[in-house]
């Protein structure tokens, strides 16, 4: 492909999105919702984080599901849900989820890893 051929499809994906995006922030208030479809869209943020977050705690390097004490991102993912679900602050919560991998990093490396 040419330069040129790359530099337009960027700007038309770019145009495409803007456009598409400003199309919901500018019909926001005027288009009247279903309540059920209202109430649904409400699960989308939640199912997306969790697709995004469970293969990354769930798989290791050679794409094997590891549910194991040994799996340290699996670890410090439970800690940090529960810290999310009982205290409901994300700031705190990103904060211990890091320090606990670090932790079970540096175990790992310090004990089982040779």
Do not use: E
Not at 11 to 38: A, D, P, Q, V, W
């Amino acid at each position: 492909m040419h330069s040129a051929t790359i530099w337009i499809v960027i700007i038309l994906t770019g145009l495409g999105t803007f456009l598409l995006r400003l199309s919901f922030i500018n019909l926001y208030g005027k288009i009247k919702m279903h309540t059920l479809l209202k109430k649904s869209l409400r699960f989308i943020p939640p199912a997306v984080f969790a697709a995004l977050v469970l293969p990354a705690l769930l798989y290791n390097s050679d794409s094997v599901i590891n549910i194991s004490l040994h799996n340290y991102r699996l670890l410090a993912g439970i800690i940090a849900a529960f810290l999310a679900w009982k205290l409901k602050n994300v700031l705190l919560t990103t904060f211990v989820g890091l320090g606990a991998l670090w932790v079970f990093q540096w175990i790992m490396q310090l004990f089982f890893i040779k």
